[in-house]
């Protein structure tokens, strides 16, 4: 792969540096300040964001590929999400265990991702450079539709057979489905214990396979197209590109992966709360990877993997290391809640701000060519 | 082609154009803005501008058989390539992904057998060699790994260029205004690489302004003007003087004759010192202009030189810099309120974009600067507190206006939208004469509208000027008008003041400064 | 002089300005809209979305009486309802005027309301008093997190919508801290055991719990008009409407419809962008209080977390756009908003035993932001 | 430009998902097998209740039940094998046997009876569905809420 050459902007490198990446920077001083704070064991600590990186990196990656098509911020991944959780009530009501469950419940969500997909793709192909603010109020819609669907239809219309998921009234599906027979069954399937931490090798090995794709998408015809795509519309349209389908497919892509990354954080979970685990699950992976320096417009893997480690030991110590400072466990709560919502607000407003800066650069350029010019005609 | 003809509701761009080209042949085409120069190249191209307003008449014949291509699309794979003016480039792309955008060489993957081509991975060797190989046809040496954003102008020009060329089906390449943005060594590199693209049989339209290039390299001349082919001679037998006044030179129709006066020995009423303004496409560099106290001074220039920037930079509508000193008092840039409260106005050349509220009645288009700079229209309540907005007032205002410009409209609260051209032109001459100003900025004022509507709007600035002694600056792209108007016409050419002459002189004096500092 | 690919302000086209006007036809153009039948042409000004809603509303109205449900007791609690959140949707006016985009930063306007109360409380006013004084105190706060608000929203000007979303929720998320932490002593609002931190839900029993809804109230049998509310409801909503007519009103509404030309006209855009967030989040300070004295309890900690979508919904489902609202769209708005909220349930109830209220309220809120945000929107930015 | 190949091929790869999707279903369903050590009449026969029996379920000790004891283990797919360490009587010597029962599909708890198994009677002497005779206790949450933020969620 040929080195992509780019000049460096002039300034000092440190000083932009520390202007790129101002989110993640601010986190380690967070998580250094908190993690003596909270008096958690290293090996505690440990295990916990390990366990956490292998239910959730799967769900962060699915927001690079429409942030390479320009799509900005994919708050509807909680559609594929959605998609996961009802492949999940299905097999749970065949009382499908084990691994085999979980792989029936990826085939069986990927339907039902691609229809939500398509769904949400058209809508924000119709609302072009409002697609963050349209993907958040369709998440709502389909919330709703979603409720519908499995508080009231599931039962009389659709066949639910097992008494544990029914809800005795005949229809709908109980707040809390219990998915013990599949819990851990993938982190336990190969996972090897080093110095009391569990590292579920399978799982890791899922999510590898999942970066190959991605890094290998780049470098695919449709990877070129959306990156050209996302960078600028006109122009990729002029060259013949088919704009309105690849956007398209570049969220029906997230969507997909989404459902499987809802699947594996719900085994490694255990249980699954029909109506309230997807509702946040879109804040908080966005927050994770903004946490790892991604911006609206670019993101890799490293971003990811970052992201996820440094809101979640702050996820994990806030709490205590709050009780410490103000003894009321509740303000790290609140803090740590407080602390995803600023992340993502911050990063928004320096994209944005950064994209009118730019415009301005120009102006000061001028000024300087003039001062050149009248110094020369005044020798 | 032969007698082509292309019309836009009423108004005749092109009549009438017959041309034929040789393969391997390079052709230059000049005139002035508005000649129909890019409309033709629009149709030859068959950009669907040109079918979605009704099409053209009259037939093209590309290497002997009768084509009319429906889409861009279908002139490339006829072989036909274009340059845009706009760069049309993948910013955070490599020359090379820009060179092959869309067109990239690929390899079967295992997933592309399932999910269809558009799986196939880049091969990126393959791309290496091809954009290497049209770089190297273009005869320029630019970077293939370095992305456009941190390229040189020029270079991206290069690259633009090389894409055509990467096409191996292309047989005639238009390139518009390509050297506007090269310095003089890139735009002699790009002559060498026209002239060696002509040896292996690609025929060029060349269209620019400077004319010095077209006798170097054209093989023959096309001057057009007002939609018609004027001139069609061997560039052998011509010289930059003939080719101006063809462009430039019409039979002055004896009705425009006006009383240019002689204002000289007027006061200086604006003086405008090393005024830089940065609008994209417009830029202004390092201007000096001295009005004179109640004439009619005219700007003109090419396209894209900057006589637009001038008036959109002092009233501070992009971002600008140097001293302006108006009636004695120096006004500062980039603030419109100062301007206004020293009683400039503006007509502004983008009608629908800045000059007009579409969704909004005629009445809040005519009085609302009066009411927000002077103050008018407004019933002071409760001492003064509460300035409440007079309906009546504005009615009446707005009224006087419709009658003095005889605007064409169902009546005062008629939305700004529902109105044609011209009329939408007047509202906005009637919203700067509702300020009583003593100086007026007037940006392209007869642009788009039908020939009785440009007649009533240069009467009314007339009439306005000799009436109310009210200055008036007039930015126009069309030098006929200008002459017929105008005491003075200043000459704006790669952003700077080629010169001011009076307006009796011949039009092609003009056209001399007009290509003289083409940048 | 080549220039960088095309973006949005308006660059010296080749071909005449004639042909720009032709593409860019709106919507419904007045010619086609004389061609359309007088019913085709109700539909396309009226909305379409918005006739469905309204017919579906009626359908209750008229099917209410068959369920048992008495109707004027229905009729009682959509007003009571309207009265509640009126003051609410006319806080998204001033912001859809200036052009700055629907108001999904409400929740700050509401927490500055949330102090002025909880702090009226704590100084130990009652009775109507405490409404006024929870105003008075709530209106200083409502303007400093309004202007810094305001200035935010200048810095990003096109990308307003999605950062107000999370400006409201982080200032939820870091209230919830301060409730927690602010020094209140007074004895009806904190933690019983603990002392400190002020409780989730605190009863306005004894303050201004209906002090509007019980003046001048007209009871005729079972429907009840809170007229106190409505009067005050009806109060701002004049004088928004006579701001509106100011002339830094007819600025404002210039700005919205074409920042572009209010520039050129020399309106200062940042001073009116600012004040129309001031306005807005005052104005949502003041709702949330109506919204309390209707209700009866101050809801604190993550209880504004979700009030800005009903009132996003409830001002579009009136008829507003993204850059156009009227006092009407109000008014509209939130009675059929509420009206539905109100009746779903009890009529949903009786006629196929399932309370979907809730759900169908879910659907038909946020699928009226979808359609108001996939509409071109013409002139303002989004 | 979709060649039929590519339109087979797709055909095909559906096919294949189903086709997997399938076999989970059927490798894939849990049951929860419970085994009785308890006394049987079967066509006029009397069986009685084995001494002791321990019951390894994939070589792990899963139970070891006495008289009208019962036991329980979860299995996945259809084919169960268990290792029974029999002692018929006190006292006695201890057998060995590895039991394979085919498990109905469509039943999540089985009752298997041992001593009927023991002997190779048929299958409707060893085998009956589980029926839970504990009542189901109806907990009335509030389903479904909808705007509530729900704090708890771990994440």
Redesign the interface.
């Known amino acids: 792969m040929k080195k992509k050459k780019t000049l460096r902007p002039e300034g000092n490198p440190i000083v932009r540096f520390i202007r790129n990446n101002t989110v993640p920077i601010m986190f380690v001083l967070i998580c250094a300040v908190c993690i003596p704070l909270s008096g958690f064991s290293p090996s505690y600590l440990l295990n916990e964001i390990v366990t956490r990186m292998g239910r959730n990196i799967f769900l962060i990656l699915c927001l690079l590929i429409p942030i390479m098509a320009g799509m900005g911020l994919n708050f509807g991944m909680t559609l594929g999400a959605m998609a996961g959780e009802i492949a999940l009530i299905f097999v749970a009501d065949w009382q499908i265990w084990g691994i085999p469950g979980v792989i029936l419940a990826m085939i069986l969500s990927i339907p039902f991702s691609i229809l939500l997909g398509l769904l949400c793709g058209k809508l924000l192909n119709m609302s072009k450079g409002r697609e963050m603010i349209t993907s958040y109020i369709i998440s709502f819609f389909i919330n709703g539709l979603y409720q519908l669907v499995v508080l009231y239809m599931m039962g009389p219309i659709i066949p639910i057979k097992h008494f544990s998921i029914k809800l005795p009234r005949g229809y709908g599906i109980r707040n809390t489905v219990s998915l013990l027979n599949m819990r851990q069954v993938l982190d336990n399937a190969l996972s090897v214990t080093i110095a009391g931490v569990k590292i579920p090798i399978l799982t890791f090995a899922i999510i590898a396979v999942l970066c190959l794709f991605v890094t290998w998408f780049r470098k695919t015809k449709l990877g070129q197209d959306m990156r050209a795509v996302g960078q600028n519309m006109e122009v990729a349209r002029a060259a013949g590109i088919n704009v309105e389908r690849t956007r398209l497919i570049s969220i029906v892509i997230s969507t997909v992966i989404a459902g499987f990354g809802m699947i594996i954080y719900l085994q490694n979970m255990g249980n699954l709360s029909t109506y309230s685990s997807h509702s946040q699950i879109g804040m908080f992976c966005i927050a994770a990877l903004l946490v790892g320096g991604a911006s609206v417009d670019k993101a890799n893997i490293g971003n990811v993997f970052l992201g996820v480690i440094l809101f979640h030991t702050m996820f994990i110590v806030a709490p205590s290391a709050g009780a410490k400072i103000t003894g009321d466990s509740m303000i790290g709560e609140y803090f740590r809640v407080f602390i995803s919502y600023g992340v993502i607000t911050v990063a928004l407003v320096m994209y944005e701000a950064k994209k009118r800066r730019a415009k301005s650069l120009a102006g000061h350029k001028l000024a300087q060519d003039q001062l050149t010019e009248d110094k020369e005609a005044a020798q | 082609m032969r007698n082509v003809k292309k019309d836009?509701?009423g108004?005749q761009v092109l009549s009438d154009i017959n041309l034929t080209l040789q393969a391997g042949e390079v052709l230059g085409l000049c005139g002035e803005?508005?000649a129909g120069k890019?409309?033709l190249m629009k149709i030859l191209f068959g950009m669907d501008?040109i079918r979605?307003?009704g099409g053209y008449s009259g037939d093209i014949l590309f290497n002997g058989e009768k084509v009319n291509f429906a889409s861009?699309?279908e002139a490339l794979e006829a072989g036909i390539g274009m340059v845009h003016?706009?760069?049309?480039?993948?910013?955070?792309?490599?020359a090379t992904?820009n060179i092959l955008?869309?067109r990239?060489p690929?390899r079967r993957?295992v997933l592309?057998?399932?999910?269809?081509?558009?799986?196939?991975?880049?091969n990126?060797k393959e791309m290496?060699r091809r954009s290497a190989e049209a770089i190297e046809k273009l005869g320029v040496h630019i970077?293939a790994?370095?992305?456009i954003?941190?390229m040189p102008?020029g270079h991206k020009?290069f690259t633009e260029i090389a894409r055509e060329l990467s096409k191996d089906q292309l047989k005639l390449l238009i390139l518009d205004?390509p050297t506007?943005?090269l310095t003089e060594k890139e735009a002699e590199a790009l002559l060498d690489s026209i002239r060696n693209m002509s040896r292996r049989g690609i025929a060029v339209i060349f269209i620019t302004h400077r004319l010095h290039e077209i006798l170097s390299v054209c093989d023959r001349v096309v001057v057009m003007r007002d939609g018609r082919v004027v001139r069609d001679v061997p560039s052998g037998e011509t010289n930059v003087m003939d080719i101006t006044r063809w462009m430039v030179g019409r039979d002055v129709d004896a009705a425009a004759q006006n009383e240019a006066r002689d204002l000289s020995n007027e006061p200086t009423i604006l003086s405008i010192r090393?005024l830089?303004v940065?609008m994209?496409?417009?830029?202004v560099?390092?201007v000096n202009l001295d009005v004179k106290k109640g004439e009619i001074l005219g700007i003109g220039g090419l396209?894209?030189?900057?006589k637009?920037g001038i008036p959109n930079g002092i009233?501070g509508?992009y971002?600008a810099?140097g001293t302006v000193i108006f009636d004695g008092k120096e006004i500062p840039l980039n603030n419109?309120?100062h301007?206004?409260?020293a009683n400039l106005a503006?007509v502004?050349?983008?009608?629908?974009?800045?000059?007009?509220?579409?969704?909004?009645s005629l009445e809040?288009n005519v009085a609302?600067?009066a009411?927000?700079?002077q103050?008018k229209c407004?019933k002071k309540l409760l001492g003064g507190l509460?300035?409440?907005?007079d309906e009546k007032a504005i009615t009446d205002l707005t009224n006087k206006y419709i009658k003095e410009l005889a605007i064409k409209c169902t009546s005062s609260k008629q939305?700004a939208?529902?109105l044609s051209?011209g009329n939408q032109q007047k509202v906005c001459l009637a919203k700067a004469f509702a300020l009583e100003p003593k100086f007026l900025f007037v940006s392209?004022p007869t642009?788009?509208?039908d020939v009785g509507a440009k007649a009533l709007v240069l009467e009314a600035l007339k009439r306005f000027n000799r009436e109310n002694g009210v200055t008036v600056v007039m930015i126009s792209s069309e030098l006929e008008e200008l002459r017929s108007i105008c005491d003075r016409i200043a000459i704006v050419s790669g952003?700077k003041i080629a010169g001011i002459l009076p307006a009796t002189e011949p039009s092609e004096k003009f056209g001399e400064l007009m290509v003289s500092g083409v940048? | 002089m080549k220039k960088e690919p095309k973006d949005n302000n308006w660059s010296p086209s080749k071909l005449n300005d004639e042909m720009n006007s032709v593409l860019s036809t709106p919507e419904a153009s007045p010619l086609q809209m004389a061609q359309m039948s007088p019913l085709r042409r109700l539909v396309a000004s009226f909305g379409l979305p918005r006739l469905i809603i309204t017919a579906f509303l009626l359908l209750m109205f008229i099917a209410a009486p068959f369920t048992g449900s008495d109707f004027w007791t229905q009729v009682s609690n959509t007003i009571n309802r309207f009265s509640w959140n009126a003051v609410l949707v006319l806080a998204m006016v001033p912001m859809i005027h200036s052009g700055c985009g629907l108001n999904f930063g409400l929740p700050l306007g509401i927490i500055s309301g949330l102090l002025g109360a909880t702090m009226a409380i704590e100084f130990g006013f009652t009775g109507p008093v405490s409404f006024f004084m929870a105003i008075v105190i709530s209106t200083p706060i409502a303007i400093v997190l309004g202007m810094g608000y305001g200035w935010l929203l200048n810095k990003i000007k096109g990308g307003e919508m999605m950062i107000a979303t999370y400006v409201g929720f982080s200032s939820v998320s870091f209230m919830c801290m301060m409730w927690l932490l602010l020094p209140y002593k007074s004895p009806t609002m904190v933690w019983g055991y603990a002392g400190k931190g002020l409780r989730t839900t605190i009863s306005l029993e004894g303050f201004y719990d209906k002090v509007l809804a019980n003046f001048l109230q007209i009871n005729i049998g079972t429907l009840s008009i809170p007229t106190g509310t409505i009067l005050f409801f009806a109060l701002l909503a004049f004088l928004m409407w006579a701001f509106l007519h100011t002339k830094t009103g007819t600025a404002m509404t210039a700005l919205g419809s074409n920042p572009a030309f209010a520039k050129a006209a020399g309106i200062n855009i940042d001073k009116t962008r600012m004040l129309s967030v001031v306005i807005s989040t005052w104005l949502a300070a003041v709702g949330i209080l109506v919204y309390q004295q209707g209700f009866g309890f101050i809801q604190l900690y993550m209880a504004p977390f979700y009030m800005a979508l009903p009132a996003v919904s409830a001002i579009l489902i009136g008829g507003a756009s993204v850059n156009k609202a009227s006092i009407a769209n109000v008014v509209i708005g939130t009675f059929l908003f509420q009206g539905m909220v109100t009746m779903t349930p009890t009529v949903m109830n009786s006629i196929i035993q399932m309370d979907m209220s809730e759900v169908i309220r879910v659907i038909v809120s946020q699928g009226m932001i979808l359609y108001a945000l996939t509409r071109k929107t013409k002139g303002g930015n989004n | 430009m979709k060649s039929k190949r590519t339109l087979l091929i797709r055909l095909a790869v559906v096919l294949v998902l189903i086709a997997i999707g399938a076999v989970m279903m059927v490798i894939g369903r849990g049951h929860t097998v419970y085994f009785d050590n308890v006394a049987l009449d079967y066509n006029g026969t009397h069986y009685d209740a084995l001494y002791k029996v321990t019951v390894y379920v994939k070589d792990k000790q899963v139970a070891k039940l006495y008289a009208k004891e019962r036991g329980m283990a979860t299995w996945i797919g259809q084919n169960f094998s268990m290792t029974l360490e029999v002692i018929e009587t006190k006292g006695g010597d201890e057998e060995v046997h590895t039991i394979h029962v085919k498990l109905p599909y469509n039943m999540d708890g089985i009752v298997l009876n041992l001593p009927a198994l023991l002997q190779g009677l048929p299958e409707e002497a060893y085998l009956k569905e589980f029926v839970s005779n504990v009542p189901e206790v109806p907990v009335e949450e509030e389903p479904g809420s909808s705007d509530e933020f729900d704090f708890g969620a771990d994440f």
Do not use: H
Request: proline letters at 5%; one cysteine or more.
């Open positions: 836009f509701y108004n803005n508005g890019s409309t501008v979605e307003t861009p699309f003016q706009e760069f049309s480039l993948i910013p955070g792309f490599t992904e955008l869309n990239e690929q993957s592309s057998e399932v999910f269809g081509s558009r799986l196939n991975t880049l990126y290496q970077d790994d370095m992305v954003n941190d102008v020009q205004e506007a943005v090393n830089w940065d994209p496409g417009e830029i560099r390092n396209a894209g030189q900057g637009l009233m509508l971002e810099g419109p309120r301007c206004l409260e503006f502004s050349e983008d009608r629908r974009g800045v000059g007009l509220l579409l969704d909004e809040w609302f600067p009411m927000q700079i103050g407004l509460i300035k409440w907005r939305k939208k529902e051209g392209e642009r788009g509208i952003g940048r």
